[in-house]
């Protein structure tokens, strides 16, 4: 079996987030595309984890016109943040506090939740920690890791 890199749940997590902003206003998200894991059954099982953490805090996914969007990273490579904006297709280097400037360790999944009218981010959550294993042990660990990082979201 091929190995996958991806977060473990003994992972060091990291959220941030801007505690200017009533999260509460915000009713719906959609899931965009970022640098997604490189196994297709893994990314999707990632957005499913997301959905579910948003959906348990009162976020229905729809399609056109949310209030929020969401893109995941999965990296595999060591990258710094300003990097991975380089790679990305909106701007991942936003300012919020000190996390612009940490390198990004293989293995790193980073979640963006950025309002939708201006994709500025508005919380950021980093989960890191490569792993290896068949892809049922690597999903429930990644599982672990996003209800963990998610514990953190201001709603």
Do not use: C, H, N
Not at 38 to 61: D, K, T
Not at 92 to 104: E, H, K, N, P
Not at 132 to 141: C, F, L, Q
């Amino acid at each position: 079996m091929a190995a996958v890199l991806v977060p473990a749940i003994a992972a060091q997590v990291s959220v941030e987030f801007d505690d200017s902003v009533d999260f509460k206003k915000y009713q719906t998200y959609a899931l965009r595309e970022g640098t997604p894991a490189r196994r297709l059954e893994v990314q999707i099982r990632i957005e499913g984890f997301i959905s579910r953490e948003l959906e348990q805090r009162g976020l229905s996914r729809v399609e056109e016109s949310p209030d929020l969007l969401v893109r995941t990273y999965a990296l595999v490579t060591k990258l710094t943040l300003e990097q991975l904006a380089d790679q990305g297709t909106w701007e991942f280097y936003t300012g919020l506090t000190d996390m612009d400037a940490y390198s990004v360790k293989a293995g790193t999944l980073v979640v963006d939740i950025a309002d939708a009218s201006g994709e500025k981010v508005l919380w950021r959550g980093l989960v890191a920690a490569p792993v290896s294993g068949s892809v049922a042990s690597v999903e429930r660990k990644v599982d672990k890791a996003v209800a963990k990082m998610f514990r953190r979201f201001p709603r």
